[in-house]
């Protein structure tokens, strides 16, 4: 599951995105101007933003440039390319005109959280942790966690799919191939394991379970980083 922030003043509009995230096993948190998004973004970052430009208060213009990190998918009524280009160009993730169709939107919203955690010179990177698959190591803040091969198998898998859940049963069939030690009774133990290192580590707890079906990883805001 992942944190979307909806912005539009439109109530209806916005009960629809919420209804369609929900179903897709999103959380979902409203804001209705652009002035409301900044407070809620300074609570708490989302894993991803649904942006209306016609906003009371702040623009979503204005409100834009304060989401550096975050991707955000425009919906706009504007249909014009000189705004769909300026907006691409100055940090947008992707455009999508209103109406919309639901399906296109899902999967729009699906790419561009795939696409959420950056690489950075063959780094997979969320939040303070660092992975380097060509070394097989992790860091995090520049320290080297000390991990076992199966907790970096884990960790390794759940970078590569940011935001998304990862369930039980891929991970048993990707780790297991690399690390043999981790069976059905003691993947629950190795993902304990990490967490608790990720915590000793200052990077706080940034994978969630998703009961019944598997684990994902989730920006953590400062206040969890530092508590």
Known sequence: MSRI????????IGNILEELLKREGHTVVRAYSGTEAVLVLDAARPDLVLLDLMLPGLSGEQVLPKMQGIPVIVLSARADVESKVSLLLNGAADYVTKPF???ELMARVAAALRKSAPKE????????????PAARQAFVEGTELRLTRTEYA???LLMQN???VVTKSLLLDRVSADTPDCTES?????VSNLRKKLRDAGAGDPIEAVWGI???LRLLTKSELFS
């Open 121 to 132: 010179d063959g780094l997979l990177v969320w939040g303070p942790i660092r992975l380097d």
């Open 162 to 164: 940011p935001s998304q």
């Open 186 to 190: 003691s993947l629950k133990t190795h």
């Open 214 to 216: 598997g684990f994902k």
């Open 101 to 103: 169709d639901s399906r």
């Open 5 to 12: 922030l909806v912005i539009d003043d439109d109530v209806h």
């Open 154 to 156: 884990i960790l390794r």
